[in-house]
């Protein structure tokens, strides 16, 4: 009883559709690409019937001739009326009740296609499932985007504006196409098509294939001895054991939610930065010196796993590298994901705020000429002493200082540096440059009370603070006492300086 305006003809032609259905073949074993079951004869008189034998019967029944010459019709059923059938037919469903592969794959789990079929094709299937199978043939629907072009236009061959598919595979490879088109499409929502995206792609690429040179390098020069692993690189497996972990939680979920472009760009993280960048880093063994036995073969486990996590995404790369990895007899497209494991904060936590002192020690080195190959002795003045001592080893061999200490006041003749709470004295044999020191500090104290000011704003607004959810203004009041902290430590530094 739906009410359309007569100028709507793309709404009326639907509804004609559906109140003027009608059998147009009395076949049940339909392909794709179905050739129509109609058969003529030299005068153009037809009949219906699924093989020549029927047509004959049938013709011989209406017209009284026995003898005349059927010719079936050459042309074929639309796609939208032949694919309705799709997921029986594949397994000839229809025409041969107890099929064991028909059992065995119907119904399946997701059908993945565009939202502007879902009458053409998504409900025909329903509904022919429902009507010949007497259930659905899959439980979710996911709804692609739109690929569109830099001006919003549907990508087509009339406007010119769509690229050519295997000249992108051709320049930047399969797996970086399919990486840069998903990295770029949240779900559900259309997408604007930027060749950039497929650069991306390729460079991540590089990234693995060349941390998976790396790691072979490793594999002649492994310590089968039983002497206990260094604690620096002892923290690093056990950190990355929990991060992966972490990882593997957050893209199971991700992926249920079918979330699919986020649980990339978690993996895509995971194996860029926190792999690459900072586990190999710390696991690395020094010039010609050997690896641990045990610390190489949990390298070459975690990189199998993140070649998993990724295969969905890049299957080529990944099942590549598999199996230059180790010598294998299975393959990662028939690899069951291992399942998600609980995981250590404390290990994580820590990490993190390790991250946080290296990158801002080294940049410090940096601003200051201190050039990677010269030993400092790093002071380190926090509340909280307890909390390095499991990663004081990892730190002094990354900043590459001759030795970590801890202080209570501020320590003459260094760089200093705030990090979080803490404060961090660089002692060197070169000459302090305090007023450089003074400015760096400077500009970080006043960007600080910018940020407090901003956020006591917020904070004073009572429609944010009434409206807003707990932990959103949880959050913000986390951030000024964050600040608040690290301000103090600033001012103390600077009275000092």
């Not at 620096?232 to 979330?259: C, G, H, K, P």
């Not at 586990?279 to 641990?292: A, D, H, N, Q, R």
């Not at 690899?335 to 410090?364: P, W």
């Not at 000011?453 to 964050?482: C, I, M, P």
């Amino acid at each position: 009883d739906v009410q359309i305006h007569p100028g709507d003809k793309f709404l009326a032609t639907y509804k004609y559709w559906m109140e003027n259905t009608r059998d147009w073949c009395i076949s049940r074993q339909l392909w794709w690409g179905q050739q129509i079951p109609a058969w003529y004869d030299a005068e153009g008189n037809m009949v219906v019937a699924e093989t020549l034998e029927q047509a004959q019967a049938i013709y011989q029944s209406l017209y009284f001739v026995s003898d005349a010459i059927l010719t079936q019709d050459a042309d074929v059923f639309d796609t939208w009326f032949s694919s309705w059938l799709w997921p029986m037919e594949v397994f000839k469903g229809i025409s041969e009740p107890g099929n064991e592969e028909l059992n065995y794959y119907y119904p399946t789990a997701v059908l993945v296609t565009g939202q502007d079929i879902i009458f053409f094709w998504v409900a025909r299937m329903i509904m022919a499932g429902m009507e010949f199978e007497r259930q659905a043939p899959f439980e979710h629907v996911y709804f692609t985007g739109m690929v569109r072009d830099k001006m919003g236009r549907k990508m087509s061959k009339s406007l010119g504006n769509s690229p050519d598919l295997l000249e992108l595979i051709a320049k930047y490879g399969a797996d970086a196409v399919r990486f840069g088109i998903m990295i770029s499409s949240p779900a559900g929502n259309d997408l604007l098509f930027d060749e950039s995206s497929l650069e991306q792609g390729r460079n991540f690429n590089n990234k693995i294939w060349n941390a998976r040179k790396l790691v072979s390098l490793w594999a002649d020069r492994q310590d089968t001895s039983s002497q206990p692993v260094d604690p620096s690189v002892a923290f690093a497996v056990n950190w990355f054991e929990n991060r992966l972990a972490e990882a593997r939680t957050s893209i199971d979920t991700l992926i249920r939610q079918f979330r699919l472009s986020e649980a990339l760009k978690v993996t895509y993280s995971l194996i860029w930065d926190d792999f690459c960048s900072w586990y190999l880093e710390w696991v690395k063994p020094g010039f010609e010196s050997p690896i641990s036995a045990e610390v190489y073969q949990k390298t070459i486990g975690f990189f199998t796993d993140l070649m998993q996590l990724l295969h969905p995404f890049m299957p080529f790369i990944t099942e590549e590298v598999y199996h230059l990895l180790e010598d294998r007899s299975d393959d990662l497209c028939m690899k069951q994901f291992a399942s998600v494991e609980t995981v250590n904060q404390d290990v994580l936590d820590k990490a993190t705020l390790l991250k946080q002192v290296i990158s801002s020690i080294r940049d410090t080195r940096n601003k200051n000429q201190l050039k990677p190959k010269e030993e400092i002795v790093l002071h380190v003045q926090t509340e909280s002493p307890d909390v390095y001592e499991s990663i004081q080893s990892v730190l002094a061999k990354q900043v590459n200082a001759r030795s970590v200490q801890f202080t209570s006041g501020s320590v003459e003749n260094t760089i200093a540096l705030v990090c979080g709470k803490d404060t961090f004295y660089l002692e060197s044999e070169r000459a302090v440059d305090t007023a450089s020191q003074k400015e760096e500090m400077l500009k970080e104290w006043n960007y600080l009370s910018g940020f407090i000011q901003s956020v006591d704003k917020k904070l004073g607004n009572e429609r944010f603070v009434q409206n807003a959810k707990a932990d959103v203004v949880a959050l913000e009041r986390k951030k000024k006492a964050d600040a608040e902290a690290k301000l103090k430590v600033i001012e103390e530094s600077l009275a000092h300086l």
